[in-house]
C-alpha cells in the first residue's frame, strides 16, 4: 500500500535508494551510448569523406566502420571494467 502524500507536496514518496539507482542507471545508459555511438559515427563519416576524395568507394567506409567498432569495443571494455572495480 502506498502511504498518502503529505500536503502541499507535488511529487510522489519515492525512496531515496530507488531515485539514485535510477540515475545511476540512466547515467550508465548515456555514457555507453555515446561510447558506442560517437567513434562509429565518426570513422565511418571519415571513411565516407576519404571515398568522396579519393574514388575508394567502398573500401575506406568500410576500414572506418571496423576501426570505429574495434575503438567502441576498447571503450566498452573500459568502462565494464571501471564498473567492476
Excluded: H, Y
Excluded at 498518502?4 to 531515496?16: A, I, L, N, S, Y
Excluded at 539507482?21 to 548515456?30: H, N, P
Amino acid at each position: 500500500m502506498i502511504p498518502p502524500q503529505q500536503p502541499g507536496r507535488d511529487e510522489p514518496d519515492v525512496p531515496k535508494d530507488t531515485l539514485q539507482s535510477t540515475i545511476i542507471l540512466l547515467a550508465t545508459v548515456a555514457d555507453t551510448t555515446w561510447r558506442i555511438f560517437t567513434p562509429a559515427v565518426l570513422f565511418v563519416g571519415a571513411g565516407l569523406w576519404i571515398d568522396w576524395q579519393q574514388g575508394t568507394k567502398p573500401w575506406a567506409t568500410f576500414i572506418g566502420m571496423i576501426v570505429g567498432f574495434v575503438i567502441a569495443t576498447l571503450l566498452i571494455r573500459a568502462q565494464i571494467k571501471k564498473i567492476q572495480r
